[in-house]
């Protein structure tokens, strides 16, 4: 797929996520930062992954689980709408799923695993995908969005966390 979806694809809300994505070719795009964000984590150590930059911050931890379940949010909307379903698919409270999940229970290598494991979840489904199926809409709240839209906020939300976690997590860690 090698288009760019349009305003009137997705909620303005997910520009922010939309416009950070560099590239065209939004496999391309999903297998490169895949691999670009597990290299910039790899070897971070249990301590490190407990750092959060102020106290009512995740922790890095978080950080990571938080997308690895917003892909999933995501990649199952983009289920629903490249499969021709219309229904309207509900919101989901990220500072709930984060509390209630206690990330920091969990190894840092095992939520990093879970990261690699839901990306390639993300990149066999696009691979099913036919050239028709990229414009097709569910709806998202009140807004109707394209599976190209929603590819393309699974990989502008990682960039979004990727540059925070270099700029006020990893800077800081020793």
């Not at 379940?69 to 409270?93: H, I, N, Q």
């Not at 839901?118 to 066999?124: E, H, I, K, N, Q």
Request: with cysteine; proline share 3%; net charge negative.
């Amino acid at each position: 797929m090698s288009a760019r979806p349009v305003s009137s694809e997705y909620n303005p809300y997910f520009h922010r996520y939309i416009k950070l994505v560099p590239e065209d070719n939004i496999r391309e795009v999903l297998v490169n930062q895949h691999y670009d964000t597990v290299k910039l984590l790899a070897g971070l150590s249990e301590t490190a992954s407990l750092y959060r930059y102020d106290s009512d911050k995740w922790t890095i931890k978080e950080v990571v689980g938080h997308i690895s379940d917003t892909e999933r949010v995501m990649a199952y909307r983009l289920l629903c709408a490249s499969r021709g379903d219309t229904s309207v698919l509900p919101g989901f409270d990220q500072d709930i799923w984060v509390r209630e999940t206690d990330f920091n229970r969990i190894p840092f290598d095992q939520i990093l695993s879970d990261f690699r494991i839901v990306r390639d979840a993300t990149l066999s489904l696009i691979g099913t995908l036919s050239e028709d199926a990229w414009s097709r809409r569910s709806t998202v709240g009140e807004y109707p969005t394209s599976a190209l839209a929603l590819a393309y906020i699974i990989a502008g939300h990682e960039l979004h966390h990727r540059t925070i976690l270099e700029e006020r997590y990893l800077s800081h860690i020793s």
